[in-house]
Nanobody, 123 residues
Framework: QVQLVESGGGLVQAGGSLRLSCEASGRTFSDYAMGWFRQAPGKEREYAASINWSGDMTYYADSVNGRFIISRDNAKNTVYLELYRLRPEDTAVYYC????????????????WGQGAQVTVSS
């Protein structure tokens, strides 16, 4: 089992920035690729970004590419998502997820999920 705990969410004005963290425990963190997803009220869970086990490969949804940055620190068992130039439409609960061999955009490919962190962007 891998336990994931997100932190760093909050309320920010449009144009602002936040950094989300997701700390993992339970298994060897560097064995897993990591992803960030988000879910707005009334909408399906949406892929945002993912990163391979070593951190040298990153992937982004078109909607966040150029504004969000995913990174990881395997020594700290933590994956990060930096959110820049935030927009009201970025408001959602953000989830991190772990996958043994998958860095794709489908939620079904990820085995473990955190509880989520709320990000609210005011206009």
């Amino acid at each position: 089992q891998v336990q994931l705990v997100e932190s760093g969410g909050g309320l920010v004005q449009a144009g602002g920035s936040l950094r989300l963290s997701c700390e993992a425990s339970g298994r060897t963190f560097s064995d897993y690729a990591m992803g960030w997803f988000r879910q707005a009220p009334g909408k399906e869970r949406e892929y945002a970004a993912s990163i391979n086990w070593s951190g040298d490969m990153t992937y982004y949804a078109d909607s966040v590419n150029g504004r969000f940055i995913i990174s990881r620190d395997n020594a700290k068992n933590t994956v990060y998502l930096e959110l820049y130039r935030l927009r009201p439409e970025d408001t959602a609960v953000y989830y991190c997820a772990a996958a043994r061999y998958y860095t794709g955009s489908g939620p079904g490919g990820y085995e473990y999920w955190g509880q989520g962190a709320q990000v609210t962007v005011s206009s």
